[in-house]
């Protein structure tokens, strides 16, 4: 008896020599729809998978294989003469190959103009039914689910080496290919931000040298429909692979330079910002970031908001950088930066940050909370002091408090209104974090005029004495602790302008 096998393809790379080496071999190919029409169209025998069902296909092709005559011929267990006997009790033929993959309802809710109804017609039924048949009885039917493998199936059945191993690595690769579709659908058809289940689905980008440390293993994955601004959403143009922590980096940097608009240029090191700048221009920026830390920035990744111009690349060219992004390159800044071959440079052409969910991994589990879009303006500070803060320095003040919220929780940074000065990053107390952000920035041009931004309030009066007795006129915090008053009287008592916004950024 000839081995059958049932093709129906939604991607039909490939499948046309497929079909025609499953024929040499000696299998009667049975197939469907638009995957018949190739392979006839091709010259290939084919058998219309009605004629194995003596059933049309109905409901504009939503019925086709959903039937006894192809399921059971699938799922039948060589091995258990009971089920052997009732096949040919009801003359039906094992099903030994069952090779399909699945409407593209990735690219279809991908497409921004399109509607609901086109969607839900993109949601395969009959595909992932056969798959899963033929994976659960995967020691008898080979489950082929990808056109890449096309070709390490065939050299199996040619050599005869298509062993249970085999089967069984195909059969894993099926659920994982009807999850991670299952999971698609469900997170296209919710509506609730925390469902019960979360069915989230990400595709293997390339696996990593190692992880954190050198010690650890690890690979990236990207989402399937992955956001225009983001590490997936950019084309690296030159450099080696990124590293695990080269992308955390990255995608720490690009959240910071989504909230700028004017030409900016944002340089960061183990998840903080060692030096921002804002200017007329993007060459003005790097000199203001470079200034901020000229120590720190060695090493560390750059973002910029606006294409890299010669001048520009010149002076990015004289330091040592993992990473540079940007919306793009100006031929000769390309070819200055290109000359140091591991150099990494990433173009991105999208630089809006959308509001979304961030997923944060703990054992046995992952918390997932709103993405931390908010930025407060000036316009809605609250000043407690009787000092009020001038024009400039509230231009400072919003400066230092969108700074802050991307810098590691105790946070504090010292800032001109277009300049970060000193970053004080993750101390377990927040005198420490002023301590850190002060002795940083008091030595550097521009401190005279210098503000203090805290990501949360302060629980003592001691940052506010502190900051004081070092020159800072100006500061912005969230406010909410029971002894704000303490920090309000000490900053009356210095003179200076203290403002309240109402919202703390932790960031941990």
């Given amino acids: 008896m000839a081995k059958i096998a049932v093709l129906s393809v939604s991607d039909k790379t490939g499948i046309v020599d497929f079909a025609r080496d499953l024929l040499t071999l000696g299998y009667t190919v049975v197939s469907t729809g638009g995957t018949m029409k190739t392979l006839v169209a091709a010259g290939l025998e084919v058998t219309a998978v009605d004629q194995v069902t003596g059933f049309p296909e109905m409901l504009d092709g939503r019925v086709k294989t959903l039937h006894p005559r192809v399921h059971a011929g699938i799922l039948a267990k060589r091995e258990v003469p009971a089920h052997m ?21 990735k690219d279809t809710i991908a497409r921004p103009d399109v509607s609901e109804p086109e969607a839900i017609e993109q949601i395969d039924i ?38 249970l191993s085999f089967r069984r690595e195909l059969a894993a690769k099926v659920f994982r290919q009807t999850a991670a579709y299952d999971a698609l659908i469900a997170d296209y058809l ?26 650890q293993t690890a690979a990236y994955y990207k989402d399937p429909i992955a956001e225009p601004f983001s590490l997936a959403g950019a084309h690296q143009r030159h450099g080696k692979k990124l590293s695990f922590n080269n992308l955390r980096d990255a995608d720490a940097a ?28 993007l060459l003005d920026a790097w000199q203001l970031a470079y200034d901020a830390d000229p120590i720190s920035i060695f090493g560390g990744i750059i973002v910029v908001n606006r294409q890299v111009d010669l001048a520009t690349a010149k002076k990015m060219h004289e330091l040592f950088l993992e990473i540079i992004i940007a919306p793009g390159f100006d031929d000769d800044a390309y070819e200055v930066l290109a000359q140091k071959k591991n150099l990494r440079l990433l173009q991105l052409d999208s630089l809006a940050l959308k509001s979304g969910q961030d997923f944060v991994s703990v054992l046995g589990g992952v918390l997932i909370q709103d993405r931390d879009t908010q930025t407060e303006r000036a316009a809605d500070f609250e000043v407690v002091s009787k000092t009020q803060p001038t024009s400039a320095q509230l231009a400072a003040l919003q400066f230092g408090q969108t ?4 810098v590691k ?67 912005v915090e969230p406010g909410g602790s029971i002894k704000d008053q303490a920090s309000i009287d000490k900053a009356d008592e210095y003179g200076i302008a203290l403002v309240f916004t109402g919202v703390r950024h932790f960031k941990h």
Avoid: W
Wanted: net charge negative; with cysteine; aromatic share 6%.
């Fill in 403 to 406: 700074v802050v919220k991307h």
């Fill in 254 to 281: 690009l959240r910071i330079i989504a909230e700028f608009s004017a030409p900016t240029v944002v340089a960061l090191k183990h998840m903080n910002p060692c030096g921002i700048g804002v200017a007329d221009t």
């Fill in 190 to 215: 919710t509506d609730e931000p925390f469902p019960e289940k979360v069915t989230k689905t990400f595709e293997k980008v390339t696996d990593l040298r190692y992880g954190e440390n050198s010690h």
């Fill in 85 to 105: 006997t009732q096949l040919a009790d009801h003359d039906i033929s094992p099903i030994d190959l069952v090779c399909v993959n699945l409407y593209p309802f």
């Fill in 126 to 163: 009959g595909g992932p039914s056969m798959l899963r048949s033929a994976a659960k009885n995967y020691q008898s039917v080979l489950a082929v689910s990808m056109p890449t493998d096309y070709d390490q199936v065939m050299t199996r059945l040619q050599n005869g080496t298509v062993d």
């Fill in 409 to 475: 929780s105790n946070a504090i940074v010292v800032t001109t209104a277009n300049q970060t000065l000193g970053v004080g990053a993750g101390q377990m107390n927040r005198i420490d974090a002023v301590e850190i952000a002060i002795d940083k920035a008091q030595d550097k041009p521009g401190y005279e005029t210098a503000i203090l931004a805290s990501d949360a309030f302060f629980p003592m009066d001691d940052c506010v004495a502190y900051a004081a007795e070092h020159g800072i006129k100006a500061i």
